[in-house]
């Protein structure tokens, strides 16, 4: 089969010098479909992102599979969608470790008294209310695993540092600007010996970075302590605990260099830790699933994606909070505007998708009617910014549909959007992948960074501040009029799959496969 790779921008120039057509024949000068003036005028004038994100991401908070918050999330969703006449239900896929986040209170008693900045990790192990006094001890240089063995029993009684200390808290972008040039070159030099060394202590102790902490735990260690710096100021990755009784606490890059200093120089740090987080036993996970039915092809969909779930570092504003409110809302501006489609538009809310995509995964695996006529899946999943590219996943004919639905939006809503057909398909990076598998044509509305992977994505910054409203209100706006568009389409588009170069013996690659989701699970 001959595939026809092509990059596409849309941008205010192409669409108007020489008074030429713009891509697949549209005028200079656009007149807009009257739905798509409303869904505008709607959009814009009515918008009600602000409140949808002052309850969810304020009133709620971060919404980690297992936990309260994520219940509450699942409920308020549904009464929202239901409060503008949209049917929804939370639809039960699994079950996960139940988890509910008490205080952190994280203090350096000596050689002097200062409270530290920090935070459990997800589903660690608490203190039971009790604030626990111990020695803080990094790790030495091993030879071998023997040498760790032999080191082992030290911890006994003891917080132990697991993180590679960190040369600089300064961002590369900030000594790039200020720095002289052989100042930012000496400092990268250090950083990847520091590296180098720390991998390589750890590799000598037989066990990854992953199963470290548990060791230590078994050895007797009071608690773990590390750093997972994002290389922004103030920024860390909260991710999930690796101990199972006791805590496990990230410390800012200053507090915990502070600590790493002290205890490197002979002066041992004493730290005292309360938490008083809470095991619930095994809880049920949810998708939250919402339809605006279809009035003449009722068993055809439309569908809008995008996770609740979140990390809990920060209140999971831009992952994936961005993506849930422009969905709901477009869910609720159709409505207003266009509430009889002639196909139905479903909006899932998925659950569990930063633990492997579980949620959407099992939503295909358990509704293969839908799968088999779903028109398209729109997904929202990287940020606050608006809409920069999509990617044709790898349908041969995505360049003629999606090319008929972007026609309908306001060029001052594309003119920056580049599109790359028929593109590759997502092995995995977010739901619209569960979709791509089972062959569904479905497409990561990607968008503009704004600093997003180390800025927000999985950290303790990832707040209500980091919004932009109207890059938001813009992807609101695209996304409706292709859903609309989608909707109304004659047929059921083609879904015939490109020839996947395989780059190493010349055969053909292999469509990602459908995988199953882990219905049950612990922490990571």
Same mark, same amino acid.
């Given at each position: 089969m001959r595939v026809h790779t092509r990059t596409l921008v849309f941008s205010g120039v192409m669409l108007v010098s020489?008074?030429?057509?713009?891509?697949?024949?549209?005028?200079?000068? %656009?007149?807009? +479909?009257?739905?798509?003036?409303?869904?505008? !005028?709607?959009?814009? /004038?009515?918008?009600?992102? /602000?409140?949808? &994100?002052?309850?969810?991401? +304020?009133?709620? *908070?971060?919404?980690?599979?297992?936990?309260?918050?994520?219940?509450? &999330?699942? /409920?308020?969703?549904? !009464?929202?969608? %239901?409060?503008?006449?949209?049917? &929804?239900?939370?639809? %039960?896929?699994?079950?996960?470790?139940?988890?509910?986040?008490?205080?952190?209170?994280? +203090?350096?008693?000596?050689?002097?008294? $200062?409270?530290?900045? *920090?935070?459990?990790?997800?589903?660690?192990?608490?203190?039971?209310?009790?604030?626990?006094?111990? /020695?803080?001890?990094i790790l030495p240089t091993f030879t071998n695993q023997q040498d760790f063995e032999k080191w082992l029993p030290q911890v006994k009684g003891k917080y132990v540092m697991v993180s590679m200390y960190q040369p600089t808290g300064r961002p590369d972008h900030n000594w790039e600007q200020y720095a002289r040039p052989a100042s930012f070159e000496r400092m990268k030099k250090e950083r990847d010996s520091l590296i180098r060394v720390f991998d390589d202590n750890i590799r000598a102790t037989g066990l990854s970075a992953n199963s470290l902490p548990g060791r230590l735990e078994d050895a007797g260690a009071l608690g773990v302590l590390s750093s997972f710096w994002s290389r922004e100021f103030g920024a860390n990755k909260i991710f999930g605990a690796r101990t199972q009784r006791v805590p496990s606490v990230d410390i800012s890059l200053e507090d915990y260099g502070l600590l790493y200093r002290l205890a490197k120089n002979g002066i041992t740090p004493k730290v005292k830790i309360e938490t008083s987080s809470k095991d619930l036993g095994n809880v049920p996970s949810f998708n939250t699933i919402a339809q605006i039915k279809g009035t003449e092809l009722p068993d055809e969909y439309v569908i809008l994606s995008a996770h609740l779930d979140s990390w809990e570092g920060g209140s999971g504003a831009t992952d994936n909070g961005t993506g849930t409110l422009a969905m709901m809302e477009v869910a609720r501006v159709? $409505?207003?505007?266009?509430?009889?489609? $002639?196909?139905?538009?479903?909006?899932?809310?998925? *659950?569990?998708?930063?633990?492997?995509?579980?949620?959407?995964?099992?939503?295909?695996l358990d509704n293969p009617a839908i799968v088999e006529k779903t028109q398209a899946v729109f997904n929202l999943d990287n940020g606050t910014g608006r809409v920069e590219n999509i990617n044709g996943s790898g349908f041969v004919h995505a360049y003629d549909f999606i090319g008929r639905w972007l026609q309908a939006v306001p060029n001052g809503i594309t003119r920056d959007i580049k599109t790359t057909f028929p593109g590759s398909p997502g092995g995995g990076g977010s739901d619209h992948a569960s979709f791509v598998a089972a062959g569904v044509p479905a497409f990561m509305l990607s968008s503009l960074s704004w600093g997003y992977f180390n800025n927000t994505w999985h950290t303790n910054l990832d707040t209500y501040d980091k919004l932009v409203f109207d890059d938001l209100r813009d992807n609101v706006i695209l996304t409706a009029v292709m859903a609309y568009k989608a909707a109304q389409e004659d047929k059921l588009v083609d879904r015939e799959r490109r020839v996947l170069p395989d780059g190493q013996n010349g055969e053909a690659g292999q469509w990602p496969a459908i995988r199953q989701p882990r219905r049950t699970g612990v922490g990571y």
């Open positions: 020489v008074h030429a057509q713009g891509q697949w024949g549209r005028p200079a000068e %656009q007149k807009l +479909d009257p739905v798509v003036e409303r869904i505008v !005028k709607e959009a814009t /004038e009515g918008s009600q992102l /602000e409140r949808l &994100a002052f309850e969810l991401l +304020d009133v709620v *908070g971060p919404r980690l599979v297992g936990t309260p918050q994520m219940n509450k &999330a699942n /409920e308020w969703a549904v !009464k929202t969608f %239901q409060s503008w006449g949209i049917p &929804a239900e939370n639809q %039960q896929f699994g079950e996960w470790r139940g988890w509910e986040r008490g205080i952190s209170h994280i +203090d350096m008693t000596y050689p002097r008294l $200062k409270t530290l900045a *920090g935070t459990q990790l997800a589903w660690s192990p608490s203190t039971k209310g009790k604030a626990i006094e111990g /020695e803080v001890v159709l $409505k207003t505007v266009f509430p009889n489609p $002639k196909r139905t538009i479903l909006i899932g809310l998925w *659950g569990s998708e930063e633990q492997g995509l579980n949620g959407s995964r099992a939503f295909v």
